[in-house]
């Protein structure tokens, strides 16, 4: 028996290894996976990684692993499997069946946090909708105590009665939620129209990248900040004031790898903020081993919101925590991104886009924070003076004159 904290539930993780996928990556993924976990109050104990083509269409994983899993489970007391993938409602019930424990999927997981970090009514509602709409087709999976009652043509039991009932009372909720949200999306375009012609500005990025903490440095606010997944579920605006350039700055949703496609759908008025936006800082973790990929999850985010051709600013942030190992000279394998400097990245595409200015940074030291500055006023001034041709003795100076 595995010795653990009993305060908390244990958890076995479980993914597949596809094709053409290097096996550092589904490390990586099931690494992120354990990291949610956490972040909902979980302790993973064990990790369970199958080579396959396709997920099994009964089990996810093959029937041996299931089997392996199954007596580890069984021989640990483990209460929750959870698969870096999101499972069918077939699946969801063969695999409950094969293991005698609680199942959860990436997307359940994910919403799960949610749920737990919605502070305001306008997120609450927000994830409510989107666990509705996943629950809807996995209703039958919670009615296996009345199968025997449910039978063939003309031996309808009082078990499908029941979830045809749940069925109705879930689409009238998800009705009525979707009421909610117009309502609410109404109120917030119209708060947006309030604030006016001023520039705005939206720090965007994978999720715990930093971003609250970069808002709370240039806006001097107390936003909430935390080193967790989804530390921010709320678009939080606050005026920002860099020399005599006053602009409004949004902390918006950090995004993830395969994150919910109803999620995205019912943070719709949240992500508004993103497509609303004059300028977008992108936020980057470089110490992240897995940082590229990303970079092009939040670009295929923001492609998804019509967003991917606004001006933005490149930031890659935590240079205090990064971290390589150099090769040997006599070693003849080819460099991996382990083996890369920080020097050695400021001199690739990153630092020398010419379509994006780009800022080394560490939030938590400060380090270069005022480069951030600069380069920000520079982005807005553009901004702003096309907005207000008229207003350019803003940017006078004695040592600047226009």
């Known amino acids: ?59 996810f994983v093959g029937s041996g692993k299931t089997q392996e899993i199954a007596r580890f489970v069984d021989e640990n007391d483990i209460d929750i499997a959870i698969f870096d993938d999101e ?11 094969a293991l005698g424990c609680r199942i959860l999927d990436r997307t359940n997981l994910i919403l799960d946090i949610f749920a737990g970090r919605a502070r305001t009514s306008h997120a609450r509602t927000q994830v409510e909708l989107a666990q509705y709409q996943y629950l809807l087709p996995r209703l039958a999976g919670l009615w296996t105590h009345l199968e025997r009652q449910r039978g063939g043509i003309g031996l309808r039991g009082p078990g499908e009665t029941e979830i045809e009932t749940d069925r109705r009372i879930i689409r009238d909720k998800i009705a009525h939620l979707k009421e909610q949200l117009k309502k609410i999306d109404v109120q917030m ?16 990025g994978y999720t715990n990248v930093g971003k609250s903490t970069i808002m709370n440095l240039l806006s001097k606010s107390d936003v909430f900040a935390e080193n967790k997944l989804f530390a921010t579920l709320d678009t939080t605006t606050r005026k920002v004031v860099i020399e005599n350039l006053p602009f409004l700055m949004s902390d918006t949703v950090g995004f993830i790898r ?52 606004k001006p933005v600013i490149l930031v890659f942030n935590k240079i205090d925590e990064f971290s390589y190992t150099e090769k040997d000279e006599d070693d003849l394998t080819p460099a991996g991104r382990e ?38 006023y520079e982005e807005v001034k553009k901004i702003h003076i096309r907005r207000y041709p008229y207003n350019n003795f803003l940017y006078q100076s004695e040592d600047n004159p226009l």
Not at 35 to 57: N, W
Not at 87 to 97: A, D, M, T, W
């Open 1 to 59: 028996m595995i010795e653990t904290d009993r305060r908390k539930e244990t958890a076995i993780l479980i993914g597949i290894n596809y094709p053409g996928q290097d096996y550092r990556e589904t490390e990586d993924f099931i690494d992120e996976l354990s990291f949610l976990a956490e972040t909902a109050g979980v302790l993973p104990v064990k990790r369970f990684i199958q080579k396959l083509d396709i997920p099994d269409p009964r089990t």
């Open 87 to 97: 499972l069918s409602p077939g699946q969801l019930r063969n695999i409950e069946k």
């Open 189 to 204: 375009a119209a708060q947006r129209k309030n604030r006016g012609k001023m520039v705005r500005v939206s720090l965007v």
């Open 258 to 309: 395969k994150l919910p496609h109803d999620l995205v759908k019912s943070f719709k008025s949240t992500l508004d903020e993103v497509r609303e936006s004059d300028l977008l800082i992108h936020i980057v973790d470089i110490s992240h081993p897995g940082f590229e990929e990303q970079i092009n999850i939040v670009n295929e985010t923001l492609a998804d919101l019509k967003s991917v051709d």
């Open 339 to 376: 083996n890369i400097s920080l020097c050695d990245l400021k001199r690739t595409w990153m630092a020398n886009d010419k379509n994006h200015p780009t800022v080394f940074i560490s939030a938590r030291t400060r380090e270069n924070l005022e480069e951030l500055k600069r380069l920000l």
